[in-house]
């Protein structure tokens, strides 16, 4: 495996969430089987991210700063269209039995471009 790969993770960061997620994984392990499965899903979905996203150089998203606002402001209009209503706002759209609210995701993604555009 390439050594390059692990130098750009901070395991400072890193380790105390991982224990921090075990601590509650093991939790809900205790309370409900299908909640901690669906987290183990979501466990192993955030870890390939945090993995991508630490490889990649983040002035590159200055380059696609207005490709970036394209995206997000398309996938917060997509509300209208096919948004589900849940505690009296819209704010989620169901994928695949998933509910994703695209205006969390968008907010780093805002941050960098706005930053590095």
């Known amino acids: 495996m390439n ?34 499965k669906q987290q183990v899903i979501y466990l192993v979905v955030s870890l ?21 606002y394209i995206v997000i402001i398309s996938s917060l209009l997509l509300l209208f269209l096919i948004g589900f209503e849940a505690k009296g706002a819209v704010r989620w759209i169901d ?5 994703i609210q695209f205006s969390e995701i968008g907010k780093p993604f805002f941050i ?4 590095l555009r």
Request: hydrophobic residues 60%; without cysteine; proline residues 2%.
């Open 3 to 36: 050594n390059y790969l692990f130098k750009r993770i901070d395991f400072g960061f890193l380790i105390p969430a991982l224990i921090l997620v075990g601590i509650s994984l093991a939790t809900l392990n205790s309370l409900d089987i299908s909640l901690f």
């Open 48 to 68: 390939i991210a945090y993995f991508v996203f630490t490889n990649i150089d983040y002035r590159l998203f200055g380059y696609f700063a207005k490709y970036i």
């Open 95 to 99: 994928i695949f039995g998933v509910s």
């Open 112 to 115: 960098i471009a706005y930053l």
